[in-house]
């Protein structure tokens, strides 16, 4: 027997070993663990047969409960490419039902209800895991494994259809409403968090993942299908004429008319730094590029002469920047304030307009730099100090500074 038929054989045999506690997982919505189960429940979630319910109670896998449904011809049958919106309508109903059975207190209703209501939930969130799974397998795995056009569309619009039946079931269930539809009733409001609305982002970053492959295979057809229509167009004319042979143009001395309009094929090659045969030419290529552009910029330009004129050259007084009057105005605001710490973020609000405060600061520590630099001020006469930005996170790399505070120290600091 082949190593598959071993393994359903192996898959069959513990179905039926431990098919009590399939039918109470079944039957009850779920099992709890103890010291007698404990290894059979730990085998049937290796087998996939069951999954994890709560830390310690287990539940049956959606597949293998629909197909127990169809065997029983329960009126749970469902079928995982059906409407998953009408699964949410069938949600909502059976909510209102277990509602109306508390208020009158119909406790086995209750217990019906409340039971279909954590099978549906079970079964949408195995529904949309395995969905979104599936597909982005497929993307993955499938996407680039055809050859043709016709089926690049054909796996196209595949994809487009489940992609489309997935947003729509996702969104049509709307969390913030279902939850506040169940805000009295903690038991289901705990229900629904725990196992259908905090997975809803994880099922939406798979849905992202496939749309962004989608968009670069949208892309790439686009490119491909013009080039496809030639060829195909060429290939027609050859089915219509099947005693065409290629003429030699070489030697003819007027070129055809229709040639001129025709655009000629981009063609660009280049070489595989990974083969190593090519690694002489390639070093031969890179010196012969360094020679020349060496020799290029060894060439001095020609000067040339300045025409001389006797009128004296016309003089221009070049307006001093916005920023520069700015920072001079703070600077000496703080130089005439000796030994008093004085904001430039506070400078900035009471005197300063028309420039961002992000620049500003930047103008003022430019400005406290080159002071601090020329030989015409002491590096002593200002003091300069950073408030910085508590971003929370450690070991960023940058500090960010949202004040800088200049002092001008007196003579006897």
């Keep these: 027997m082949s190593q598959a038929g071993q393994g359903v054989e192996r898959l069959f045999k513990e179905l039926a070993k431990h098919s009590d506690v399939i039918g109470e997982a079944y ?3 779920v099992v709890l663990k103890n010291n007698q189960n404990q290894r059979a429940l730990n085998q049937l979630k290796q087998l996939k047969v069951l999954i994890n319910h709560d830390a310690d109670s287990y539940r049956v896998a959606g597949r293998l409960s629909q197909f127990i449904d169809s065997a029983l011809s329960s009126d749970r049958v469902r079928r995982l490419d059906t409407d998953l919106a009408s699964w949410i309508e069938t949600l909502e109903q059976q909510i209102g039902l277990y509602q109306d059975a508390g208020y009158q207190n119909r406790v086995e209703d209750c217990d019906n209800y409340f039971s279909e209501i954590e099978r549906l939930v ?7 895991e395995e969905n979104t799974r599936y597909l982005l397998m497929l993307v993955n795995s499938r996407f680039a494994n055809v050859r043709t056009l016709a089926e690049k569309q054909k796996q196209n619009a595949f994809y487009i259809s489940r992609l489309e039946k997935l947003v729509n079931a996702i969104s049509a269930l709307q969390p913030q409403l279902l939850l506040e539809l169940v805000d009295e009733q903690p038991e289901l409001y705990a229900l629904l968090d ?3 609305i905090r997975l809803l982002p994880i099922y939406q970053q798979r849905l992202q993942d496939i749309l962004d492959k989608l968009k670069v295979f949208l892309f790439e057809l686009r490119q ?10 060429f290939a027609f004319f050859l089915q219509q004429n099947q005693n065409y042979q290629p003429q030699d143009w070489s030697e003819r001395d007027v070129i055809p008319e229709h040639w001129n309009q025709l655009k000629p094929l981009a063609l660009c090659a280049h070489a595989d730094v990974l083969d190593n045969a090519l690694t002489e030419e ?3 290529i890179a010196q012969k590029i360094r020679l020349e552009a060496d020799v290029v910029l060894s060439k001095q330009k020609k000067r040339l002469l300045n025409a001389v004129s006797l009128n004296p050259a016309i003089k221009k007084i070049l307006d001093v920047p916005m920023y520069r009057k700015q920072t001079a105005r703070y600077f000496d605001w703080v130089l005439r304030h000796h030994d008093q710490p ?8 009471s005197f300063v307009t028309d420039i961002e405060p992000a620049i500003w ?20 006469c200002l003091q ?10 450690g070991f960023s790399g940058n500090k960010k500074v949202r004040d800088i505070i200049l002092r001008a120290l007196s003579g006897d600091a």
Excluded at 224 to 233: C, N, R, S
Excluded at 342 to 349: D, N, P, T
Excluded at 361 to 380: I, T
């Design 27 to 29: 039957f009850n919505g």
């Design 384 to 393: 300069m100090e950073f408030r910085l930005v508590d971003t929370g996170q």
């Design 224 to 233: 491909i299908e013009a080039q496809a229509q030639l060829v195909q167009g």
């Design 282 to 284: 390639l070093i031969e």
């Design 122 to 128: 079970f079964d949408l969130s195995d529904t949309l």
């Design 342 to 349: 004085v904001s430039a973020v506070a400078f900035y609000k």
């Design 194 to 196: 725990r196992h259908l």
């Design 361 to 380: 600061l930047s103008c003022v520590l430019n400005e406290c730099l080159r002071r601090q630099q020329s030989s015409a001020h002491s590096h002593k």
